[in-house]
């Protein structure tokens, strides 16, 4: 059982480089997330998806693009790297369901200098 | 305006000891209270939840203690042990239109020492 995987696991980027975050699920959920997390901060959403084709945005989605053209991928872009994006990000998938748990990927630290 | 709040930041136990975490929130629309655990180097998974319509949840050394009143919920953990180390998150989730949406507070990073 696969579940989320998130690729990759290490990245450095210098400022004003554009990069894709990559996340699949094998568990057929409809919901997918993107989340980052910072010291003090804990997990913050960026941008979710409740089906393919559709997106919405989160609590801090400046500087993140997503689509979602398939029910097991949801990339993660960022156009234009800044430091403030150094961060550890986490995708997580759940069921369309009352109650359901998300399930994460074991996330992938992005630093950028 | 943070919709929920943890604490302590940090805690350490002996081994053996009880380790308590807190979350207070405020909106009263709140429909689900998770708690998360995650370990270094891993993502964050559930460890256990409850619904508002209850006061207590056990499984196994893990108990939640909810106060609808106070707007508050806590994580107990008994006997706790060095694998319990790890960080802590609380969840508060709210369910409009079909759709979950999933609020984290800040984390609590609890170390159990032997």
């Known amino acids: 059982n696969a579940g989320v995987t998130q690729t990759p696991k290490f990245q450095v980027l210098k400022t004003g480089q554009s990069m894709t975050l990559q996340c699949a699920q094998d568990?057929?959920?409809?919901?997918m997330s993107w989340y980052r997390q910072d010291p003090g901060m804990g997990l913050r959403l960026i941008h979710y998806?409740?089906?393919?084709?559709?997106?919405d945005q989160g609590e801090v989605p400046n500087g993140y693009n997503v689509s979602r053209s398939t029910t097991e991928d949801f990339p993660l872009r960022l156009l234009s790297a800044a430091p403030s994006q150094t961060s550890v990000y986490f995708c997580?998938?759940?069921?369309?369901?009352?109650?359901?748990?998300?399930?994460f990927g074991n996330g992938t630290r992005l630093t950028v200098t | 305006q943070q919709q929920v709040k943890q604490s302590p930041q940090s805690l350490i136990v002996q081994k053996g000891g009880i380790s308590i975490i807190n979350c207070a929130y405020e909106?009263?629309?709140?429909?689900?209270f998770p708690w998360y655990q995650q370990f270094p180097g891993k993502g964050p998974a559930l460890l256990i939840a409850?619904?508002?319509?209850?006061s207590e949840k056990k499984e196994g050394r893990f108990t939640i203690s909810f106060n609808k009143s106070a707007k508050q919920f806590s994580l107990h953990i008994m006997d706790s042990q060095p694998g319990d180390s790890a960080t802590y998150f609380c969840?508060?989730?709210?369910?409009?239109?079909?759709?979950?949406?999933?609020?984290f507070g800040t984390g609590t990073k609890l170390q159990v020492i032997p």
């Open positions: 997580a998938s759940s069921r369309q369901v009352v109650n359901s748990p998300l399930h």
């Open positions: 568990m057929n959920h409809e919901y």
């Open positions: 998806s409740v089906g393919a084709g559709i997106t």
């Open positions: 909106n009263t629309a709140f429909d689900y």
């Open positions: 409850i619904r508002p319509d209850v």
């Open positions: 969840a508060v989730l709210l369910t409009s239109g079909g759709y979950q949406k999933v609020t």
